[in-house]
């Protein structure tokens, strides 16, 4: 706060998906209602090169948003620990008594994949730096949900996430309740909103409007009022309960899981200050465009985005909608090739090296985790190549083993650290990058640790 009051200039470097994206705008409009300047750049993950180039940005203060707790020893031999400021949720990794201004509530007891995200805890910090700043509640909302932290019943968010989410709405920012939650509630036709969702992915359905169509048509449901499409906000409780059965029925038939049709109900959250109608009106919609953002490489427009920009809302819509057919296509490549995926007892292994990107890892292994596709009683685990050429593996909990006594980002670190990489992460969500020609031991060091965790 005095070094904002002071005009210091401030580098922050902040996570690219769209808890990140939150967090890092919401330094930023702090900063900037302190008319303290400074440079934001969003990166895919820490290492010493890129602190090395970072570095060379004039700058005073220097501020992790939302990564660096697990990276500690990297920051500390690159950095002054005076001047760098540590906000984050991830485990902390390293000696965290060496940074006078590290910022985390793993440190106090809070599970940072579920009880707060990165956003949320850059906002306690952003009201204590303005206690007006409360407005900015609506993007550590954004971000928990970008951060999938609704991982409860009902798909609530809990813990700090729901405080926060209570004075939202006590301010008037947002409104919470429960309906479907397909992409685009209030914003798209039916069979577009239904084609759109993909978290949870729904096979046969997502990506393909025209069996969409013809699913809404045989629940009864009509398309259209007048010349105007219906959105699912213009859904009768008797129309839902029909097409949730439809959408039941789909799966069934085509011998899926019905994890997903069960996941398709339960809380939403509108932001109230966004024009009804458009892609930032919904909570998870908004979320969703700051990943599409931060994963196609338009990491400025996300940050626009979250600092007030509307007149780019066309462009960001236009991103969205390359990332959702990105990663739907890419869902549908994992589910038919079945040659990019093997098991082993305790791992599921998507080898996608040759044909995902590596910025959609995270997305493409959070959606497998709750698409129902692959064995729940087994880690998930996909595998990229870095833009270094270097093994990316993204790694997530399934259902069944979220009660388990398996810390994913433990596995990683310790698995990776033996195999000249670098990784950590939440206890249900972690990834790892390993030199390529060591990915095979990782691997197999992987199924160890698992295999040590659970007494197997």
């Not at 040759?354 to 959606?367: F, K, Q």
């Not at 030199?435 to 199924?447: G, N």
């Amino acid at each position: 706060m005095e070094k904002a009051e002071e005009s210091s200039t401030f580098l922050i470097l902040t996570h690219f998906d769209a808890d990140g994206l939150a967090a890092g705008s919401i330094l930023a409009a702090s900063l900037i209602r302190l008319n303290a300047p400074f440079h934001i750049r969003a990166v895919n993950d820490l290492n010493e090169k890129l602190i090395e180039d970072a570095l060379k940005i004039r700058h005073e203060i220097l501020v992790f948003s939302e990564l660096g707790s697990g990276y500690l020893d990297v920051i500390e031999n690159k950095c002054s620990t005076g001047k760098t400021v540590i906000i984050d949720h991830h485990p902390v990794v390293g000696r965290a008594d060496k940074f006078p201004y590290h910022i985390n509530p793993c440190s106090y007891g809070f599970d940072g994949s579920k009880d707060i995200s990165g956003a949320g805890v850059m906002y306690l910090v952003a009201k204590e730096m303005r206690g007006d700043n409360t407005d900015l509640s609506v993007l550590a909302v954004v971000g928990a949900l970008g951060d999938t932290q609704d991982r409860n019943e009902r798909r609530r968010l809990d813990g700090l996430n729901a405080l926060i989410v209570e004075e939202a709405s006590n301010s008037g920012f947002l409104k919470e309740g429960i309906d479907l939650i397909l992409f685009g509630r209030e914003t798209r036709p039916l069979h577009k909103a239904l084609a759109s969702t993909t978290s949870p992915f729904l096979p046969g359905l997502s990506g393909r409007e025209d069996r969409c169509l013809s699913l809404l048509s045989s629940a009864n449901i009509d398309l259209k009022k007048g010349d105007r499409w219906r959105t699912v906000s213009d859904l009768t409780d008797e129309e839902k309960r029909r097409l949730i059965s439809r959408i039941v029925e789909h799966l069934s038939a085509e011998g899926r899981e019905l994890e997903a049709a069960r996941s398709l109900i339960g809380s939403v959250y509108t932001l109230l200050r966004e024009e009804p109608g458009t892609i930032l009106r919904d909570g998870r919609e908004y979320a969703t465009a700051l990943n599409a953002c931060g994963r196609m490489g338009k990491h400025g427009l996300g940050i626009s985005a979250c600092l007030g920009d509307r007149e780019s809302i066309l462009q960001v819509e236009d991103v969205l909608k390359e990332y959702r057919a990105t990663l739907a296509g890419y869902m549908e490549l994992i589910i038919e090739n079945r040659s990019l995926t093997r098991e082993t007892k305790h791992m599921v292994v998507v080898r996608g090296e040759n044909s995902i990107d590596e910025r959609m890892s995270g997305a493409v292994s959070s959606m497998l985790s709750i698409s129902g596709h692959h064995d729940k009683s087994k880690v998930l685990l996909v595998v990229t190549r870095a833009e270094d050429g270097s093994a990316k593996v993204s790694a997530r909990i399934r259902e069944n083993l979220k009660n388990s006594p398996i810390d994913l980002g433990k596995v990683m670190y310790e698995a990776s650290a033996r195999n000249d990489g670098i990784g950590g992460g939440h206890k249900v969500a972690a990834g790892a990058k390993v030199p390529i020609e060591k990915l095979e031991p990782f691997l197999k060091d992987v199924e160890d640790e698992l295999a040590r965790c659970l007494g197997k």
